[in-house]
C-alpha cells in the first residue's frame, strides 16, 4: 500500500497569495497516476488534477500540478476567496488500495 | 450532465446492514467502472471498492473486506453497496466515484450519511 502524506496540515495565506501543498508518497506513483481534490464544507470532493500535472475540465490555469515518482506538489498561484477549501492529493495507479493523503487545509489568515 | 445521486443512508444499530445506491445518469453507466469513497466525520477520504464496467473485477479495502459488497446493475444504471456487521467506525458519508482511468475519480455523487450507533 502507498502511503501519501501531505504538508503542511494547515495553510494559512491571504487572498492573492501563492499557495504551495505538497504530497509524498511511500514509493513511487505508477506512471504518475497521482490526483489532487478540493473539498469544501458539505461537499463532495472535486477533481483538479489527475495525471499529476493534467488540470480537469474547467479547473483555472491558476492551479498547477507538477511532481513525479515520490513527490508532487499543487500550486495555486493567486489565491481567489474561492479556493480557500481542504485539499487532498491520490494515489490511483497500479493496483489497490488507492490511498488519499490526509488532507492540506487552506485556511484564510 | 453526469450526475451521481446515493441514497439509503440511514441510523443503524452495531451489527446491522445497510444497502446504498448510487443512481448514475447522464454518461453510458456500463462503460465506467465505479467506486466507493467514504468520509468519516472531521476526517479524511477513505477509498473503499472497485468494480469494474462488467463487474468482472472488483476490490476492497481491508477495513470492509468481507463485511461490505459492492455490486452493479447496468441495465438500471445503478451501483450498490451492501453494508453487513457495521461498526461504529463505518459512520461515515460515503460517496460512489465515477472511475475515469487516467482521468480518475472524475465525478462523485453528493454523499450519504450512514451512522453506525445504539
Known amino acids: 500500500e502507498i502511503v501519501l502524506t501531505q504538508s503542511p496540515g494547515t495553510l494559512s495565506l491571504s487572498p492573492g497569495e501563492r499557495a504551495t501543498l505538497s504530497c509524498r508518497a511511500s514509493?513511487?506513483?505508477?506512471?504518475?497516476?497521482l490526483a489532487w481534490f478540493q473539498q469544501k464544507p458539505g461537499q463532495a470532493p472535486r477533481l483538479l488534477i489527475y495525471?499529476?500535472?493534467i488540470r480537469a475540465t474547467g479547473i483555472p490555469d491558476r492551479f498547477s500540478g507538477s511532481g513525479s515518482g515520490t513527490d508532487f506538489t499543487l500550486t495555486i498561484s493567486r489565491l481567489e476567496p474561492e479556493d480557500f477549501a481542504v485539499y487532498y492529493c491520490?494515489?490511483?495507479?497500479?493496483?489497490?488500495?488507492?490511498?488519499f493523503g490526509q488532507g492540506t487545509k487552506v485556511e484564510i489568515k | 450532465e453526469v450526475q451521481l445521486v446515493e441514497s439509503g443512508g440511514h441510523l443503524v444499530q452495531p451489527g446491522g446492514s445497510l444497502r446504498l445506491s448510487c443512481a448514475a445518469s447522464?454518461?453510458?453507466?456500463?462503460?465506467?467502472?465505479m467506486n466507493w469513497v467514504r468520509q468519516a466525520p472531521g476526517k479524511g477520504l477513505e477509498w473503499l471498492s472497485y468494480?469494474?464496467?462488467?463487474?468482472?473485477?472488483?476490490f476492497y479495502a481491508d477495513s470492509v473486506k468481507g463485511r461490505f459488497t459492492i455490486s452493479r446493475d447496468n441495465a438500471k444504471n445503478s451501483l450498490f453497496l451492501q453494508m453487513n456487521s457495521l461498526r461504529v467506525e463505518d459512520t461515515a458519508v460515503y460517496y460512489c466515484a465515477r472511475d475515469n482511468g487516467y482521468l480518475s475519480f472524475d465525478s462523485w455523487g453528493q454523499g450519504s450519511l450512514v451512522t453506525v450507533s445504539s
Open positions: 495525471g499529476a500535472s
Open positions: 447522464g454518461f453510458i453507466f456500463s462503460d465506467f467502472s
Open positions: 514509493q513511487s506513483v505508477s506512471s504518475n497516476y
Open positions: 468494480i469494474s464496467s462488467r463487474s468482472s473485477d472488483i
Open positions: 491520490q494515489n490511483y495507479g497500479g493496483s489497490p488500495p488507492w490511498t
